[in-house]
C-alpha cells in the first residue's frame, strides 16, 4: 500500500488575505466580537490614540490575546508570544500583532481592574439575550494554588523555633570568633565567620519582621512570596493558595459571578457572593442554595432576612449522620423559662455565653441528678452533668433544617450539584488551571474573573452558535 508524503516546497497560490483562512463558525470570530462588545468606560480601560510618546499596542487586543488564550488553557505570556507567531487564529485575532512576553505580562499586571470588570458585560449581555434568569443562584468554592511555596509559609511557633536556633548559632559563631581572633595566623577563617556571622544576624531581623507582620496583621499565618495567600488544604495535600468562589445561575449554569478570598473554608462566604451575585444582576434573586460548607447560621439569616429562600444543608444533614441517642432534639426547650428539660424531668439553666461563636451553653443544676440517672454513660460521661449548646439563630437553624427535607429543596439542591460543579471542571480540567500566575488578592481576583468569563463564552457558543452568537454581539 501507498503511503501519502507530503511535500513542504509545493508552490501554492495562497488567498490574499488572513482572514480568508478563518471559517465564519470559528470560535475565534465570537472572542473578538465579544471583546469589541465591551465598553471600554465601564471596563475601566483608557483608550487614548493621541497619547504621547511611542505607539503602544492597542489595549482591545491585549485583551482579546488574554481572553482567548485563557479560553484554549494558554495563559502564560512566553506561550501566548508563541501562539501569536505560529498560530494562525492568534495571528488572525492580533491582525498579525506580535507583542513580545514582557508586554504581554506587563499588560496582565496593570490591568487587574479591567480583567475584573469583563465578567460583569458579559453577564449583563446573557440576561440581555435571556441566558440568564437568576431565580435560582447556586454558590461553591474550590482550593486553588498560589504562585507560591507552602515552605515559605511562616507561623508564630515556627518563627520562635528559628529565632531560638538562630540565637543559638549567632552565640557559637560569636564564640568561634573571638577564638579565632586570638590568633592572628588565622586572619583568613575570621573574615569568613564574620560573613557567616553577618547572614545569621540578618535572617534574625528577617524573622523578626515577620512575627511583627503576624501581630500586627493579627494572621495565624503569613506566606513571604505572597503575602496574602493561606494554607489551603485539598485532595492533594496542603498548598499555599486561595478559596475561589463562584455563583452561577439555574436556567443554563452560567457563572454570575465570581471572587476569591484568603480564607480556608466557605464558612463565612454564602451572604458575600449571594450579594455580590445580586448586585451583578441588578436584582435581588428568589432561592439561594450551597452545600453544607456554608452552613454559618449568622451568614444564611443575613440573605434570609432579605427575602430570599435559603436552601443549605447542616453537617449532620450532608454526611446523613442518624442521630444520637440523647441528642438535643430529645431535650424540651422551654421558652419562657429559657431552660431545657431532659428525658428525666430535670431541668438545665444557661451558665454562660459565648459572643464570638454566637451561643449559649446550658447545663443541669446537680450533677449527681445526671451521676444517679439510669442513663448515665449514654446521654453524657461528664462527672459535671450535660451540657447542651444552644445557637442564637438555634430556631433559624431548625427550620432550616426542617425545610431541606422538603421534596421541592431536595430537587435544588440536587440541580445544584449539576450547575456548579461543572464550571470548576472546565476551569481545572479544560482549562488547565491548578494555580494561579498573579500573586496577590487582587491579581487572582482578576484571573478568577477571567476564568468565569471564559466558560462563559464556552457556554454561549455551545447554545447558540459562533454566527449567531457573533451577530448578536456586533447587532
Not at 462 to 472: C, I, P, Q
Request: hydrophobic fraction near 35%; charged fraction near 25%; include cysteine.
Amino acid at each position: 500500500m501507498a503511503y501519502r508524503e507530503g511535500e513542504r516546497y509545493q508552490l501554492q497560490l495562497f488567498p490574499q488575505s488572513i482572514d480568508e483562512y478563518v471559517s465564519v463558525e470559528d470560535p475565534v470570530r465570537a472572542y473578538d466580537a465579544f471583546v469589541e462588545h465591551l465598553d471600554p468606560s465601564e471596563l475601566g480601560m483608557i483608550l487614548d490614540k493621541h497619547q504621547v510618546g511611542p505607539p503602544a499596542y492597542d489595549p482591545k487586543a491585549m485583551l482579546k490575546l488574554l481572553v482567548y488564550g485563557c479560553a484554549y488553557g494558554i495563559r502564560s505570556s512566553r506561550k501566548l508570544e508563541r501562539a501569536t507567531h505560529h498560530n494562525l487564529s492568534f495571528i488572525w485575532l492580533m491582525g498579525e500583532l506580535k507583542p513580545d512576553h514582557k508586554t504581554i505580562a506587563r499588560f496582565r499586571r496593570d490591568n487587574r481592574d479591567v480583567l475584573k470588570n469583563v465578567l460583569k458585560q458579559c453577564v449583563r449581555f446573557c440576561m440581555k439575550m435571556g441566558l440568564i434568569q437568576g431565580n435560582t443562584l447556586f454558590v461553591d468554592g474550590t482550593k486553588i494554588r498560589g504562585n507560591a511555596a507552602i515552605h515559605e509559609t511562616w507561623t508564630k511557633k515556627r518563627c520562635a523555633k528559628a529565632l531560638a536556633r538562630s540565637d543559638k548559632q549567632i552565640e557559637a559563631l560569636l564564640q568561634e570568633c573571638e577564638s579565632t581572633d586570638a590568633e592572628e595566623s588565622r586572619g583568613a577563617s575570621l573574615v569568613k565567620l564574620e560573613g557567616k556571622l553577618k547572614s545569621r544576624e540578618e535572617l534574625k531581623a528577617k524573622i523578626e519582621g515577620v512575627l511583627e507582620s503576624l501581630k500586627v496583621q493579627g494572621k495565624e499565618s503569613i506566606n513571604l512570596t505572597d503575602p496574602d495567600c493561606v494554607k489551603v488544604k485539598g485532595r492533594q495535600g496542603t498548598h499555599a493558595g486561595y478559596n475561589g468562589q463562584i455563583v452561577v445561575d439555574e436556567k443554563h449554569g452560567f457563572i454570575v459571578n465570581s471572587d476569591v478570598v484568603a480564607e480556608s473554608n466557605d464558612q463565612r462566604q454564602f451572604s458575600s457572593q449571594i450579594e455580590q451575585a445580586n448586585e451583578v444582576l441588578g436584582q435581588p434573586c428568589e432561592t439561594a442554595c450551597g452545600d453544607a460548607g456554608y452552613s454559618s447560621t449568622e451568614e444564611l439569616k443575613r440573605i434570609e432576612d432579605q427575602g430570599i429562600t435559603v436552601v443549605v444543608p447542616s453537617q449532620r444533614q450532608a454526611h446523613d449522620l442518624p442521630p444520637k441517642p440523647f441528642n438535643k432534639s430529645v431535650f424540651e426547650y422551654d421558652s419562657e423559662g429559657d431552660s431545657y428539660i431532659c428525658p428525666e424531668g430535670h431541668q438545665l439553666r444557661p451558665v454562660f455565653s459565648d459572643l464570638d461563636r454566637g451561643h449559649r451553653i446550658y447545663q443541669i443544676s446537680k450533677p449527681s441528678l445526671c451521676l444517679s440517672c439510669p442513663h448515665y454513660g449514654v446521654c453524657t460521661k461528664s462527672k459535671q452533668g450535660r451540657r447542651i449548646r444552644r445557637l442564637k439563630n438555634e430556631v433559624f437553624k431548625i427550620a432550616l433544617e426542617a425545610r431541606y427535607k422538603q421534596p421541592w429543596s431536595q430537587g435544588i439542591y440536587s440541580l445544584r450539584k449539576q450547575r456548579v460543579e461543572h464550571p470548576f471542571g472546565h476551569i481545572k480540567r479544560n482549562l488547565g488551571v491548578q494555580a494561579f500566575l498573579l500573586r496577590g488578592l487582587q491579581g487572582v481576583k482578576a484571573e478568577m474573573s477571567l476564568f468565569a468569563s471564559c466558560f462563559n463564552m464556552v457556554r454561549m457558543i455551545n447554545l447558540m452558535g459562533v454566527s449567531t452568537l457573533v451577530a448578536r454581539l456586533t447587532s
